[in-house]
């Protein structure tokens, strides 16, 4: 009479009093004297006998234990020791599961409180985004390597050398916070994906900035009151960026002083702080003509509804036949400040709402320079206005 394949059965596996059953073929019951109960199997592969956990047996029926115990004989069957064979699969899936386009993913959420806006503007994830997750999104970050990353980022790193900084950047960061989560990354990948693709043939173009001495002759062709007129005329005059002039809002100026909130403050990454523009006797008096174009508390409101675009001052100056570009204004009063003024640069950085200074210099300087700044700013706006030559007096 053939002697039956499996000795034992379901209901055994739930009465067996303690000890070690074997259902045949290696695979072992242990019943343990608290109660408890669990699964192994004896194999030999290559040359030594290996006992490999199955798991337990409340949580593992005695029909998917055998399938299994089946599956792992197959390697051993095959001289591969099928416990190191569980760890390589148990790798390869963690691996699987963290695929760039996931890590990244998590590395933006991560950082998104030291983003203007929690990075809602999409600037931080972009590059990677259009330049590297395309290609490389779905390889397991643990198998990113220099000559992936270079492949990735060659075709943009001569033509958009710009764009490809920044996406290298970003990757630089994401392996950083793979390598936090525990998973085993080149971190160096980035900078040996650097020096594969070499140095850039890109020349950086500057925003055109007009002189500072021809600021004064374009200030006199704003004086028509237009929305878009009076907008240039204030990001003359304080020397911000667009993005905060756009949504300027009256209940934000107080005492000759607008204050910028700080999740609108470029350059100020990890700065809790709002930022105060002392306004001048000429930057005031255009403030109170752009009432009459007041929409819901707002001085520059779109022709329909929210603020004026991004692109509005400087098609204005295109149309003038100017090569300049409004952000190159603040390059025109940092050049006035530093030709016409003995201002210290602190203060003239400051007055760009520049953060300068090593990390511990910011946490024992305090101040702004607020009543130093209104000096320049005074200043600035009467040679704007054509009321001084150039030097603050």
């Not at 643990?142 to 996406?167: G, V």
């Amino acid at each position: 009479m053939a002697r039956p394949k499996h000795k034992l059965s379901a209901m055994e596996v739930k009465s067996l009093p303690p000890g070690k059953y074997c259902d045949g073929d290696g695979l072992w019951l242990h019943r343990r004297d608290d109660g408890g109960a669990q699964w192994f199997l004896r194999v030999t592969a290559p040359g030594r006998r290996r006992e490999m956990g199955l798991g337990s047996a409340a949580e593992v029926s005695l029909k998917e234990v055998r399938q299994s115990a089946e599956h792992w004989r197959s390697f051993a069957r095959q001289g591969i020791d099928p416990i190191k064979q569980r760890e390589k699969e148990r790798r390869e899936a963690e691996r699987n599961l963290h695929c760039l386009a996931d890590v990244a993913l998590e590395a933006f959420e991560c950082r998104k409180a030291e983003l203007k806006g929690d990075g809602k503007a999409g600037r931080w994830f972009s590059p990677l985004e259009l330049h590297v997750l395309p290609k490389l999104g779905k390889i397991p970050v643990a198998d990113i390597s220099q000559i992936d990353i270079r492949d990735a980022l060659k075709p943009i790193w001569h033509a958009k050398a710009d764009t490809a900084r920044k996406a290298l950047n970003r990757l630089s960061i994401v392996l950083r916070h793979a390598a936090a989560l525990g998973l085993e990354v080149d971190l160096q990948a980035t900078d040996k994906a650097k020096a594969l693709l070499g140095r850039s043939r890109h020349t950086p173009q500057h925003i055109p900035a007009m002189p500072w001495i021809e600021v004064p002759e374009f200030y006199r062709t704003l004086e028509v009151p237009t929305t878009t007129n009076l907008a240039l005329r204030i990001l003359i005059l304080t020397a911000v960026r667009s993005s905060p002039l756009r949504f300027m809002r009256y209940d934000q100026i107080e005492d000759g002083v607008w204050t910028i909130p700080a999740e609108q403050m470029k350059g100020r990454l990890g700065s809790t702080s709002d930022f105060r523009v002392p306004l001048s006797n000429e930057a005031l008096a255009v403030v109170e003509a752009t009432k009459p174009y007041d929409r819901d508390g707002h001085l520059f409101p779109g022709l329909q509804k929210g603020v004026i675009s991004d692109m509005t001052m400087g098609q204005h100056m295109r149309k003038a036949g100017l090569a300049y570009r409004p952000h190159g204004f603040r390059s025109s009063f940092r050049d006035w400040v530093a030709e016409r003024t003995n201002a210290p640069r602190e203060i003239a950085e400051t007055c760009l709402g520049h953060v300068s200074g090593s990390q511990v210099e910011r946490a024992y300087r305090r101040t702004d320079y607020l009543d130093q700044r209104q000096n320049i700013m005074e200043a600035w706006g009467k040679f704007v206005a054509g009321i001084l030559d150039g030097a603050q007096k």
